[in-house]
């Protein structure tokens, strides 16, 4: 997270608000891909927590072989899908550029991102087996490393002023490096009976993963609508220069969710842990004491951010980078709405009830692209985030806070029968 701060206001004060638009908006729309290895990834920390639970080496072996053998088979069928329809794109439309040498500047760059990222696509599953042996504190220092190396490949190519293409390469490289690092640290040092065997790739895991990950599909699909198409509507329909001063105040504001980003994924593979052994009181206590704290400090956090956060940005990045107040106000709004959420909702999907979540997002995620794409081209950038608010408000926040409350009563009562 310190990376990422250093690392923002050095890139936009050598690329600019335009190129740096760009830049934001190409990684937003390949992290979008990740939806089409159609929740195998995610539903693979389910299995493996499972296995850990229940002591067998083996089927947490089948499980992440499998995972591996398809996302593989995922990312190489993205390349050649890719490599047939990147001469017909039309990129001085989708980036809203107008000369020949931005088009082909940016062509490139995302050239340069897409195949980093099909890399990467298999090598993140390091971090998913680890999750499920509730070994985090691995995957964050492989992260750790890769954000350090990141930043000072940035600043190489600052230095050298080696151009857009090659910061692209610098600042996603090192952390698809250190993944792909961790992943093999895994299979011959650290857990060596995961490594991948022929053997253990069996159609019954993959069907099961599937069948799990359908649902996570669906999550991923309007998780990505809502927080990586804004720069993309922006983008197309603003220009990218409008993408910067929007994303560093998202950056910033961020931060607001401080211990719900560093808490929920360690305690997404906990739960399930514990549901699997019955331990559903520890679940529940966890919960409301995570609710507590992370509500809470993304609260004050977002009161001094929504009062000061535009002179902080100022200070950060530069005063082309500093949105307008109303911005900030709606910005600092949804990361409380957003932290709340998500605490319920790693309780749904530790449990694996994902549906009635994974429907009302996707109905979310619908009227939320509508709503932006009709306000941006009213009331600028303002109505991209307030489409995502109201979207939400309106079909998400009911349905999925009932169905984790729910789940945590129905539990309580049938640990009292028992």
């Not at 504001?253 to 331990?279: C, H, K, M, N």
């Not at 910005?331 to 959420?341: A, G, H, K, N, P």
Request: proline share 3%.
């Amino acid at each position: 997270m310190i990376s990422n701060a250093i690392s923002i206001p050095i890139a936009f004060r050598y690329l600019g608000p335009e190129n740096f638009g760009i830049w934001t908006t190409i990684s937003s729309g390949l992290t979008m891909l990740l939806m089409l290895d159609l929740g195998i990834a995610n539903s693979l920390t389910n299995f493996i927590s499972e296995a850990y639970a229940n002591q067998d080496q083996e089927r947490a072996s089948v499980y992440s072989t499998t995972a591996f053998v398809f996302v593989t088979g995922v990312a190489l069928l993205l390349g050649v899908v890719a490599w047939r329809i990147w001469p017909i794109l039309n990129w001085s439309d989708l980036f809203h550029v107008s000369s020949g040498d931005e088009a082909t500047l940016v062509r490139r760059a995302a050239a340069v991102a897409l195949i980093v990222f099909l890399v990467g696509l298999p090598a993140g599953l390091g971090s998913k087996i680890l999750a499920g042996y509730q070994e985090l504190r691995w995957a964050n220092l492989f992260t750790g490393i890769g954000s350090v190396c990141s930043l000072i490949l940035l600043i190489v190519v600052v230095k050298l002023h080696a151009g857009l293409v090659a910061l692209v390469a610098a600042s996603s490289a090192a952390l698809v490096g250190t993944n792909l690092l961790s992943l093999v640290w895994i299979w011959r040092v650290h857990k060596p009976w995961l490594s991948p065997r022929a053997v253990h790739v069996r159609a019954t895991a993959a069907r099961k993963m599937m069948q799990l990950g359908g649902e996570f599909f669906v999550l991923q699909i309007a998780t990505l609508v809502v927080f990586n198409t804004d720069n993309l509507i922006v983008t197309h329909y603003l220009g990218p220069a409008q993408v910067a001063s929007y994303s560093v105040a998202w950056r910033l504001v961020g931060y607001a969710a401080l211990v719900q980003t560093l808490i929920s994924p360690v305690l997404w593979p906990a739960f399930a842990e514990a549901f699997a052994r019955g331990d559903v009181a520890w679940v529940r206590q966890a919960f409301w004491r995570t609710m507590q704290v992370s509500m809470g400090l993304a609260l004050a956090l977002c009161v001094l951010f929504a009062a000061y956060g535009r002179w902080m940005i100022r200070v950060w990045a530069g005063p082309a980078a500093v949105p307008n107040e109303l911005l900030m106000v709606l910005m600092c709004l949804w990361v409380i709405i957003s932290t709340f959420m998500s605490n319920t909702a790693t309780v749904l999907v530790a449990k694996g009830e994902t549906s009635l979540q994974a429907w009302c997002s996707l109905a979310a995620a619908v009227l939320n692209i509508g709503l932006s794409v009709y306000w941006v081209q009213r009331i600028g950038t303002v109505g991209v985030i307030l489409g995502t608010i109201v979207s939400y408000a309106l079909i998400q926040i009911i349905p999925q806070s009932w169905a984790c409350l729910r789940l945590l009563k129905d539990n309580e009562g049938t640990l009292k029968a028992r």
